[in-house]
């Protein structure tokens, strides 16, 4: 069970918008704004798209947003492409001074 | 060009030991907060264990302190990652990845099988 709580699957047509959520606790994703997001295709390494809740690096499509609500931190997906299909992940920095990952959620474009 | 590449990964016996090394170049690696992250082929990222620029702090997820040690040498610009007592719940993709609190660059993983 992973400490912090996504989704399985969410699925979206093209052009549409997603929007996937992680919920954590007090102790990580409400502590410090130290949530990140990743995207991993099949077979590849993952890749970072959101880093400190809502920075996007150099290269990555504005199409992607982060946000954080109290203990909950969410990723949004704009107008939806073919290529946007992958596995997301969320991580946060802890008060343990360790890290936790999501379970992950599969994005389905229909 | 910003690269990570992991190696050592191979079939292991329970019990048995392993390190792992991870080659970085394109980059300043000794100025680089450097990660160890594991994936079951399938399933979701677990976060290992974390090492600062100059080897002298680390921190481990509670399912490997005690077994796993990561350390440094920044004038081979490499991260190790030494296993030991594994067991078959650390079967894994292994990879290395750069950063302080969020990961910017990964390797491509090296897979580590426990199995007798």
């Known amino acids: 069970q992973s400490a912090l709580t996504q989704p399985a699957s969410v699925s979206g047509s093209p052009g549409q918008s997603i929007t996937i959520s992680c919920t954590g606790t007090?102790?990580?994703?409400?502590?410090?704004?130290?949530v990140s997001w990743y995207q991993q295709h099949p077979g590849e390494a993952p890749k970072l798209m959101i880093s400190?809740?809502?920075k996007r690096p150099s290269g990555v499509s504005n199409r992607f947003s982060g946000s954080k609500s109290g203990n909950t931190a969410s990723l949004t997906i704009s107008g939806l492409q073919a290529e946007d299909e992958a596995d997301y992940f969320c991580?946060?920095?802890?008060?343990?001074?360790?890290?936790?990952f999501g379970g992950g959620t599969k994005l389905t474009v229909l | 060009e910003v690269q990570l590449v992991e190696s050592g990964g191979v079939l292991v016996q329970p019990g048995g030991s392993l390190r792992l090394s991870c080659a970085a170049s394109?980059?300043?690696?000794?100025?680089?907060?450097m990660h160890w992250v594991r994936q079951v082929p399938g399933k979701g990222l677990v976060w290992v264990s974390r090492?600062?620029?100059?080897?002298?702090?680390?921190s481990y997820a509670d399912s490997v302190k005690g077994r796993f040690t990561i350390s440094r040498d920044n004038a081979k610009n490499t991260v190790y990652l030494q296993m030991n007592s594994l067991r078959a719940e650390d079967t894994a993709v292994y990879y290395c990845?750069?950063?302080?609190?969020?990961?910017?660059?990964w390797g491509r993983g090296t897979l580590v099988t426990v199995s007798s």
């Open positions: 394109g980059f300043t690696f000794s100025t680089y907060w």
């Open positions: 990845a750069r950063g302080y609190v969020f990961f910017d660059v």
């Open positions: 007090s102790s990580d994703v409400g502590a410090y704004n130290y």
């Open positions: 090492i600062n620029s100059d080897g002298s702090k680390t």
């Open positions: 991580t946060s920095y802890t008060s343990s001074s360790t890290f936790e």
């Open positions: 400190d809740v809502s």
